[in-house]
């Protein structure tokens, strides 16, 4: 059973995703990153070297810390946090507790394109319906909680990307978008790419990317789900005219869907009335 600074993996892993996740940091060494560079998802590293100069940034926050077994490393650097005002606990275990559990580690390798503060930028076509917010909240849930989402003009999503470092996604030609043919039922979205390629695979994620692809690609024969996340995300789109203040609302949307796939497919719900009688 952990202390009360620490979490456990399971603990950990029931927050992991939802809107109430602690900030996650990562203070392993770079000899232990490099054998293994995947990360917890949503979590970034800090050098514990230089903790004073960046304990400051999570006073009030909450915070878990994590090192490749969940000593010294970890538990020192949560200690500091508390000091400097955060309500920080280590990871029991750490890394490695983390991994021997097959809890999801993310690859963040493909993330070609950050800015000065570290976080990932990206650029898409304006209007977004469904995989343009599907995708957003999946790199902020499970990628980057930072990340920033550049909507424009449809023409001119490849020269922004080029001129301010971003990388598009859910356009032709580019890495971040749909595979296979249209015509063909092996097609699929930039959902499906984002959560094959970062190494996303929980059932819960699986499913949700399977309504997703039936929502963007006019396919609802594949998930009964599908046509109710499109006539939400298009009466979203209608309700907000900002594009962000939309990715905004359709971020609580995508929670409660990934919460359903994750917890909820199992229930069912009826109208009972025990004092009608047939």
Known sequence: M??????SVAQLARLVGT????????????DDYSTDPRMIPAS???DYRRIEEWTDAFHGRKVVVSCQ???????????WLRHSGADAQSLEGGFEAWRAAAEMLVDLTKITNR????????????????????????????????????????????AVAERFGAMPFDIDDVFWSHRGDVTSPDH???FDTMVSEFGLGSPALLHLARIVRAADTARPELALQAEGLLAASLGL????????RQLEAGMLLYDAFYRWCRDGVEETHNWPNPGKKG
């Open 2 to 7: 952990p202390s009360p600074t620490e979490i």
């Open 19 to 30: 809107p109430d996740a602690p900030i996650l940091i990562d203070v392993r060494i770079d």
């Open 44 to 46: 970034f590293r800090r």
């Open 69 to 79: 077994k969940g000593l010294k490393l970890s538990q020192g650097a949560a200690a």
């Open 115 to 158: 800015d000065a503060s570290g976080r990932s930028i990206w650029v898409t076509r304006a209007r977004p319906k469904v995989d343009r917010i599907a995708c957003p909240w999946l790199i902020r849930r499970f990628v980057d909680p930072e990340a920033v989402f550049l909507f424009v003009a449809p023409s001119e999503v490849s």
């Open 188 to 190: 699929t979205c930039t």
């Open 237 to 244: 789109s209608r309700m907000f005219r900002d594009d962000l």
